[in-house]
């Protein structure tokens, strides 16, 4: 039964719930909004109305009407409506949701039950279509036309490209699919050779926005499909001229065509543009072409029309065309630098020989190679070659003393005269102020200051820095101006490489010694850091080494070295270290702690950071521990030493440890009277066999706690040793009594007497044994023993009875 009622309330809470979800979805309440569709950052009205008799549950008792937005519990007010309603207002007074629900609950023991919903979205007007072109597709005439969307709205937009002035004389157009901000208007809905208007529109709930109107001839934006060039020849009389020839598109025929024609040789860093060519020709001429020299053209053409909407169409396929020859040899003379130095073997000089090829206009054709003498051509005798190649650099050896080579090009045509070329040594005075600067990515300005000395030109080297040693053969210029200080370096310049420059000036009869500089044409944050290795470690220090990043990887000048470290406890601390370093030791550091450490290289353009270093600096210093392991050393040693003197030093032992004699070892505890009525005989083990001999026991009374008077009249007695005899006339000592030895020493608690304590004896004057005889009583007090002779030695004894 208990069981029972304790699971009713449970059964009757579900059951109430189930019935208010039900009734809510029936028609329990109902939500009206002032609109599903606001602007964004607007106010919203809502109103809840609850129909108690829907409500199953909610017949009787008090209904509390609670919103929530998604679900964010937001407050309203609550009022009574007609026909026993509970009916909520709520104003939302920004509404900064694109998309949201509104709930009205009810409350029903102690839960919120959702009886109502309404959804709410929030936006902007559309934005205005922009860029609106159109091009006409002459295989089958439809109208693509294509737009940029503008700023997402937030809100379902409909969007439409419409056109008038069509066939069907009224707004018709094409719909995106997809989302696209792209659609075709096919050709039933075109009027050819006549203006048309179009334009985009979009629609969402809030309003309308109109991109600008083109009014457009469909035909004036057609993009016409490219011609094709047919031949290239050149003019017979006039070597520097050709003619072109082409035909047009399939379906142009019989249109006015304006087309272009562009050309280049593999050396020139840009196309030559030709306009202005009609397209019905079909030929064409041009001259200023260079003698020998490869070619590639290209030709397009458009509608020539007004319109300035009309698509060019694309570029044809490139043809390739070699000028003629003009039938002269190269012309003018070449610039040429060298390098010497003496051969392994004596006698020789290495040299290696450097030039520029001939500018177009000189080469007069297509230079074939280029030859190196020893001696100017003559009239019928040529002189000794050193080097004939295709390139324009030769290595080669020449008996030394020689200080003059020549140099020519030839081409089918001939040779060109010889260009001296003198081998003057490298002693002259340098220059001074040498620097560069960027010129762009791909190119360094130069700058220096002139000399004292008149010059005849300059030579610029440079050469890319690199791991892997290279030489750039083609990587120089010659400067013939005189009076130039400045000259720009654009060939084979790579941003972010490092270029070593090097200046020489000529003279009249010698080379200036160079003078050299580094640049970057651009620069950007290294691509690694160094990696940090931990050298040397303590508890509040720590020294950090690294390795100088490679050159390829640096991507400008490294201006600092930055070295973060911080731990769980400290904050984050940082050094800034000179390049030349490739060290440095953090000081300050706390004992036995964890610690991160990272280094930063840094350019003019930025840093990059390296791995993380993870470090514990020690609990003691190496000298704190070697003074710790010195005392520890010397501790023990003195202990040790200690210890050995104790045990050797008898003396010392004596003094701390003094011996005291084991009174069961005497001849007297090992006595055993002749026969004891009162109490048993206990027998001591002795070491030593055999009864000592007593030959006279003198008893002096004396009171207790008082000296007596014969013993303090005395002098001190010194110690002297007690024997025992075991034969005749063989003494053997066993031990030395002082007479103040055991003054001060605490006695034992006094014990019973012992048998021996009623005896007394009388000597005997021969030396023999004395007679004994039992007291009837013992004395309170043992009477001190005085006179005591042993083995016929007497000794005087001071000792009290216990």
């Not at 209904?63 to 309603?85: E, F, Y």
């Not at 011609?227 to 082409?246: K, N």
């Not at 020299?293 to 043809?319: D, G, I, K, V």
């Not at 009837?776 to 001071?798: D, K, M, N, S």
Request: glycine letters at 8%; hydrophobic letters at 35%; one cysteine or more.
């Amino acid at each position: 039964m208990t069981g029972c009622g304790a699971g009713t309330p449970f059964l009757l809470q579900l059951s109430l719930l189930l019935l208010l979800h039900l009734g809510g979805t029936l028609g329990c309440a109902s939500v009206t909004v002032g609109s599903p569709i606001v602007p964004l950052g607007s106010a919203v009205t809502a109103s809840c109305t609850v129909q108690r008799e829907l409500c199953r549950g909610l017949e009787q008792g008090k209904v509390r009407i609670r919103w929530m937005l998604d679900n964010k519990l937001v407050a309203g007010s609550q009022r009574q409506g007609p026909g026993g309603t509970e009916v909520s207002n709520l104003t939302l007074p920004r509404f900064n949701h694109t998309q949201a629900r509104l709930w009205c609950c009810v409350e029903w023991n102690g839960t919120k039950q959702r009886v109502g919903m309404a959804e709410i979205r929030a936006g902007y007007p559309p934005a205005k279509p922009l860029n609106l072109s159109c091009v006409l597709n002459l295989s089958d005439y439809g109208l693509t036309c294509q737009w940029e969307q503008g700023t997402d709205s937030h809100l379902p937009t409909s969007v439409v490209l419409k056109c008038t002035g069509s066939r069907a004389q009224e707004v018709t157009g094409c719909t995106p699919r997809g989302g696209h901000s792209h659609c075709t208007v096919p050709r039933r809905l075109l009027q050819l050779y006549r203006q048309m208007e179009i334009w985009v529109s979009a629609t969402n709930a809030l309003g309308t926005a109109e991109s600008e109107h083109l009014c457009i001839d469909p035909m004036d934006v057609a993009k016409l499909d490219p011609p094709t060039l047919q031949s290239i020849q050149s003019i017979p009389f006039q070597t520097d001229c050709i003619t072109l020839a082409w035909d047009l598109a399939w379906g142009t025929e019989h249109m006015e065509l304006q087309c272009e024609l562009r050309y280049q040789a593999p050396e020139d860093p840009a196309w030559a543009l030709v306009t202005g060519i009609s397209g019905r020709a079909g030929t064409t001429q041009r001259c200023g072409f260079l003698f020998g020299t490869q070619y590639h053209f290209q030709m397009r053409c458009r509608r020539n029309s007004a319109s300035a909407l009309a698509h060019w169409s694309e570029w044809s396929p490139c043809r390739s065309y070699t000028t003629h020859e003009k039938g002269e040899s190269p012309t003018g003379k070449l610039d040429a630098w060298w390098g010497a130095e003496p051969a392994r073997t004596g006698g020789w000089l290495e040299v290696q020989l450097r030039w520029k090829a001939p500018q177009q206009q000189e080469a007069n054709g297509r230079v074939l190679g280029y030859r190196v003498t020893l001696s100017p051509r003559r009239r019928g005798r040529d002189p000794p070659t050193v080097c004939n190649t295709t390139h324009t650099q030769c290595n080669f050896s020449v008996p030394a003393g020689t200080r003059r080579v020549y140099l020519s090009a030839y081409n089918t045509a001939g040779e060109s005269a010889p260009t001296e070329v003198v081998l003057l040594e490298r002693k002259g005075q340098p220059l001074a102020g040498l620097r560069a600067v960027p010129g762009g990515e791909h190119s360094l300005w130069v700058h220096w200051e002139a000399p004292l000395v008149p010059v005849t030109a300059y030579v610029l080297e440079w050469q890319r820095v690199t791991v892997e040693p290279g030489h750039c053969s083609a990587c120089w210029q010659m400067e013939h101006d005189r009076a130039a200080t400045t000259a720009l370096i654009q060939d084979g310049i790579e941003p972010f490489q490092r270029y070593n420059i090097s200046l020489y000036p000529l003279y009249e009869s010698t080379v200036g010694v160079p003078v050299h500089t580094t640049a970057y044409s651009q620069q950007k944050a290294p691509s690694h850091a160094p990696k940090l290795h931990l050298k040397r470690i303590s508890k509040s220090e720590a020294e950090l080494c690294w390795e100088s990043l490679p050159v390829d990887m640096q991507n400008g000048f490294i201006t600092s070295y930055t070295i973060f470290w911080a731990s769980r406890i400290t904050d984050l601390a940082s050094a800034t270290v000179n390049t030349s370093l490739s060290s440095f030791v953090i000081r300050g550091l706390k004992p036995s702690t964890l610690y991160k450490v990272h280094i930063m290289a840094s350019t003019a353009a930025g840093g990059t950071n390296g791995t993380s270093l993870t470090l514990v600096t020690k609990v003691l210093d190496d000298t704190e521990i070697q003074f710790l392991f010195l005392t520890l050393g010397l501790v023990f040693i003195v202990l040790m030493v200690l210890l050995i003197c104790f045990q050797k030093n008898e003396r010392m032992k004596e003094q701390l440890w003094p011996s005291v004699p084991d009174p069961a070892n005497s001849s007297l505890g090992k006595w055993v009277p002749a026969a004891v009525p009162q109490e048993p005989l206990q027998v001591v083990v002795s070491r030593e066999p055999g009864p000592a001999g007593i030959s006279t026991v003198t008893v002096l009374e004396g009171e207790p706690g008082k000296e007596h008077p014969a013993l303090a009249a005395a002098p001190p007695a010194l110690p002297r040793p007690y024997v025992r005899q075991e034969g005749p006339e063989e003494p053997v000592q066993y031990a030395r009594v002082g007479a103040a030895g055991y003054r001060g020493q605490r006695l034992l608690p006094e014990p019973g007497p012992w048998f021996y304590e009623n005896l007394r004896g009388r000597g005997d004057d021969g030396g023999g044994a004395g007679d004994w005889e039992f007291l009837e009583e013992p004395p309170a007090t043992f009477p001190l023993l005085q006179g005591l002779r042993i083995g016929g030695a007497e000794e005087l004894h001071e000792c009290r009875a216990d």
